[in-house]
């Protein structure tokens, strides 16, 4: 029973931050043709609370969503976002575990977002320069979507780590926490 209550906790935190991920892509602004938003503070919260798996599914479904209802650039898009955002999460998870004991504090923690919002830029870089390769410009597309995104990464790396340590305490009283803990 007890395995069974833990992964009900993990869906539903794992839907309602997929929710989320969906609702603050929707608040954001054009810059240099990209666009900034917020959306990657919760993809990161999303592995720091749920872990590689749980965390990333709720990063990329919750952007592949938005992708399909809102964007709609085809399912060649939508799973391209799927997986970056996907990564994200999954790699900040992991390199969060890494530090061990340490991996609360400010700075380890910081590091972990730092890891998992440049994988994303990566990715979405990686992206740009294949469609714009295919379009005859591929550094006049990665010019054009990198500044959009280091504000994005910038913005995540400075906000999840925020939201995660005001988050955790809250959860921890509520005994929400011992439910969705995923590391040893």
């Known amino acids: ?15 309602v931050l ?12 054009q810059l240099l043709g990209s666009k900034v938003h917020f959306a990657n503070a919760v993809c990161l919260l999303s592995g720091l ?10 990063a990329g479904l919750g952007s592949a969503l938005y992708d399909l209802f809102l964007y709609n650039e085809g399912i060649l898009n939508l799973l391209i976002t799927f997986v970056s955002k996907f990564a994200m999460a999954w790699i900040c998870a992991v390199a969060f575990k ?3 004991e340490k991996r609360r504090q400010p700075l380890q923690l910081t590091v972990a977002c730092v890891i998992g919002a ?8 990686l992206k740009s320069a294949i469609v714009g390769a295919v379009a005859g ?9 990198f500044p959009a995104s280091i504000i994005n990464a910038g913005a995540a ?6 939201f995660y340590s ?10 929400v926490l011992r439910e969705l803990e995923w590391i040893d």
Do not use: D, Q
Request: charged share 10%; hydrophobic share 60%.
């Open 1 to 15: 029973m007890n395995g069974e209550r833990k992964h009900l906790y993990r869906l539903v935190f794992a839907a």
């Open 157 to 162: 790396i400075v906000a999840a780590p925020i």
């Open 166 to 175: 005001a988050l955790r305490p809250a959860l921890k009283s509520a005994g």
């Open 49 to 58: 609370l749920l872990g590689p798996v749980w965390g990333g599914a709720a």
């Open 18 to 29: 997929a929710a989320m991920v969906f609702v603050v892509t929707m608040f954001r602004f």
């Open 98 to 100: 890494a530090f061990g």
């Open 118 to 125: 440049l994988t994303y830029v990566a990715l979405y870089m």
């Open 137 to 145: 410009n591929a550094w006049g597309a990665v010019a054009s979507k």
